[in-house]
């Protein structure tokens, strides 16, 4: 059962405000945190307990390999499990956990088609292309037919109550920007490869059917969550991007960051504007199933205030640390699996940044059912922290020995996604079968500036056959 909303009023009083005064709404009123986070974390252990529960009572009837759909993991099991999810897409919305579970998305509005890649005009895009459907003033729910590679010319600006809808489909966003939620609400990102993002702007682009305005350049974020609210980013890969892969700041609150795969970037993920930013205090993140894969640096995430909860992930060899922050955020890291990396000097999971010894020591930093491999530790902080958080969990957090399973289908699922079967979409909603086309993946060769030419095409098409190979041979 959901959450009660705690802001019945504001919620109510948003019912009668035009569209078009959402994004003033959202700077106004609409930040408001959760009254009481530590109930929001201990309702994503009641879901996953009872997902767990489902699955292992399968395992030991006689419906044991009748149906392995269910896996444990509370999110996929809501909409997965549907064998007509295609027809039912805009389930999705009701699946949500933690501070995010309130993103609606584009529930409820018509489906817009992305027909046409291309990114040729930010003030005046045209209809069917990606950009010309999230600035829209109405709730959309955005779906792909097709396989489709979209290089932005610059940053993309979402209006509120959007879902961009990838399953079924291969879809990166690359380029100039990438996504920029500003002053939003209610918007929901679901299997998406987005990568080699870069910097851009200076220049004019649209963020509404009646408005645009000078950007200044953006830094190349994957995905910037910026004064926002009732964010839900879920199934998607990132990686290589130019600053971070997702930044939250300047008051954003009410998100949730679940079931991705990230890997390949220094600077992963920042959550808070600086640590004077009052606002900040309100974030309150929940960072769920993800797997931290290779060749990722720091910052996994680096807090800054708030309350960030940190559930039930898997973190594989950092290179400096996973977990760091300053100006006294809250740490509430549950049931998750640390494996350092092979550093004697990097096996802290932990890192107070630019912070003296004595500042931090009442910090509120805590793990609980964590897992540490290959020498990893975490430094604990905060009087009396452990007292109240075994009053405030009736449902103690699953071990972190059910990662493997909760994270097995994280990332992208289906065409293009890391071993995830998932079907080709199709405008009917049954399933297909699609190959992965060259077109749409992509090595360090691209860039905001450069085209891969077709002996390139090939020397991916061959390296990607080579692994699915050697990948399907240690499966055996």
Not at 428 to 433: F, L, R, V
Request: with cysteine.
């Amino acid at each position: 059962m959901m959450l009660q909303r705690s802001c019945i009023v504001l919620f109510s009083l948003s019912l009668f405000v035009p569209h078009m005064g959402f994004a003033m709404l959202n700077k106004t009123l609409l930040l408001i945190p959760h009254p009481d986070p530590e109930l929001v974390a201990h309702d994503v252990h009641r879901r996953v307990n009872a997902s767990l529960w489902r699955r292992q009572a399968m395992d030991t009837t006689d419906q044991a390999g009748s149906d392995q759909c269910f896996t444990g993991n509370p999110i996929d099991d809501c909409w997965k499990c549907d064998p007509n999810w295609p027809n039912n897409r805009q389930r999705l919305a009701d699946c949500g956990i933690g501070f995010g579970q309130y993103a609606l998305g584009g529930k409820g509005g018509r489906f817009y088609f992305v027909t046409d890649s291309s990114d040729d005009d930010v003030v005046d895009p045209k209809p069917g292309t990606l950009r010309y459907g999230v600035i829209q003033v109405e709730p959309l729910w955005i779906v792909f037919p097709s396989n489709m590679m979209i290089k932005l010319k610059h940053e993309l600006i979402f209006n509120s109550y959007k879902t961009l809808d990838g399953r079924g489909a291969n879809v990166h966003i690359v380029g100039g920007g990438c996504i920029t939620l500003q002053y939003v609400s209610n918007v929901i990102i679901h299997n998406i490869h987005i990568h080699h993002c870069h910097p851009s702007g200076n220049t004019n682009i649209r963020s509404s059917p009646t408005h645009y305005g000078l950007r200044t350049e953006s830094d190349g974020d994957g995905i910037s969550i910026f004064g926002s609210k009732d964010i839900w980013i879920d199934h998607c890969s990132l990686s290589r991007c130019k600053d971070g892969l997702i930044d939250a700041v300047m008051g954003s609150t009410g998100i949730t960051i679940s079931n991705n795969f990230f890997s390949h970037h220094n600077e992963v993920m920042l959550l808070g504007h600086s640590d004077h930013y009052e606002p900040d205090s309100g974030m309150q993140v929940t960072i769920a199933f993800n797997h931290f894969g290779e060749k990722l640096v720091q910052r996994m995430p680096r807090c800054r205030r708030g309350y960030i909860h940190v559930v039930n992930n898997d973190f594989t060899q950092w290179e400096m640390y996973a977990i760091g922050g300053s100006g006294n955020p809250t740490i509430n890291s549950q049931g998750n699996r640390y494996t350092a990396p092979t550093n004697p000097f990097a096996k802290e999971v932990t890192k107070r940044v630019e912070t003296p010894d004595g500042d931090w020591k009442g910090w509120n930093w805590r793990s609980e059912g964590d897992i540490l491999v290959n020498g990893a530790f975490f430094v604990a902080s905060g009087e009396g922290a452990e007292m109240r958080y075994e009053k405030a969990y009736s449902v103690d957090p699953k071990s972190a020995s059910f990662i493997d399973q909760i994270t097995f289908h994280c990332g992208v699922l289906g065409v293009g996604g890391r071993n995830n079967n998932l079907g080709m979409w199709t405008t009917t909603g049954s399933e297909g079968s699609g190959g992965l086309d060259s077109y749409n993946d992509y090595t360090d060769e691209m860039s905001g500036t450069g085209l891969t030419n077709r002996l390139s095409f090939s020397v991916i098409v061959i390296t990607f056959m080579f692994n699915l190979i050697s990948y399907l041979f240690m499966l055996l």
